[in-house]
Antibody, heavy 118, light 110 residues
Framework: EVQLVQSGAEVKKPGATVKISCKVS????????MHWVQQAPGKGLEWMGLVDPEDGETIYAEKFQGRVTITADTSTDTAYMELSSLRSEDTAVYYCATGEMATIGGYWGQGTLVTVSS | QSVLTQPPSASGTPGQRVTISCSGSSSNIGSNTVNWYQQLPGTAPKLLIYRNNQRPSGVPDRFSGSKSGTSASLAISGLQSEDEADYYCAAWDDSLNGPVFGGGTKLTVL
């Protein structure tokens, strides 16, 4: 059974950095890209970026460029999303999801709530 | 402001057929395939339709997708109460070099 298990909820102060993990099981980690998607409270889905676990290549959305770092650790089958210089607008649920480059996919993590508050 | 445009809401009665539209441009829907996602309240999104009209295993054939030019549609036939959810379209955008989403459509089953 494919599973993507994300780390728990975080509370951060403005200006801080958060790092969320996404541990996969049930499939070969390097066979699919890993995407990260942001969903602010009551809002829609916004793509943040992706990593190719096979070679570590990344693509980031322009909105998050410079603040987001997505990595993949093939020794632990875990992907990470780090977001820096946090502001209140970054309060959201963050999802990891497998897929092809152009198709966010078949399997999603359960989501991680990040709250940014002073 | 989302790159892809969806109606904010849609509704129907049980058994009815409803469609949700998704409008884009030549850099996204016009040149790439469209995917649809269903998000039930309080849960992660689920891939409902990929490559315009393909259903992943387990998705009922009541759900169908189509694409024409720079627009796409999701149709749900035989509407059921459990279909009440938010629906999102998405497509790769060649100009932005990444996937873009619609703003989402909240489907209410009356």
């Amino acid at each position: 059974e494919v599973q993507l298990v994300q780390s728990g909820a975080e509370v951060k102060k403005p200006g801080a950095t958060v790092k969320i993990s996404c541990k996969v099981s049930g499939y070969t980690f390097t066979d699919y890209y890993m995407h990260w998607v942001q969903q602010a409270p009551g809002k829609g889905l916004e793509w943040m970026g992706l990593v190719d676990p096979e070679d570590g290549e990344t693509i980031y959305a322009e909105k998050f460029q410079g603040r987001v770092t997505i990595t993949a650790d093939t020794s632990t089958d875990t992907a990470y999303m780090e977001l820096s210089s946090l502001r209140s607008e970054d309060t959201a649920v963050y999802y990891c999801a497998t897929g092809e480059m152009a198709t966010i996919g078949g399997y999603w993590g359960q989501g991680t709530l990040v709250t940014v508050s002073s | 402001q989302s790159v892809l445009t969806q109606p904010p809401s849609a509704s129907g009665t049980p058994g009815q057929r409803v469609t949700i539209s998704c409008s884009g441009s030549s850099s996204n829907i016009g040149s790439n395939t469209v995917n649809w996602y269903q998000q039930l309240p309080g849960t992660a999104p689920k891939l409902l339709i990929y490559r315009n009209n393909q259903r992943p295993s387990g998705v009922p054939d009541r759900f169908s997708g189509s694409k024409s030019g720079t627009s796409a549609s999701l149709a749900i036939s035989g509407l059921q109460s459990e279909d009440e959810a938010d629906y999102y379209c998405a497509a790769w955008d060649d100009s932005l070099n990444g996937p873009v989403f619609g703003g989402g459509t909240k489907l209410t089953v009356l």
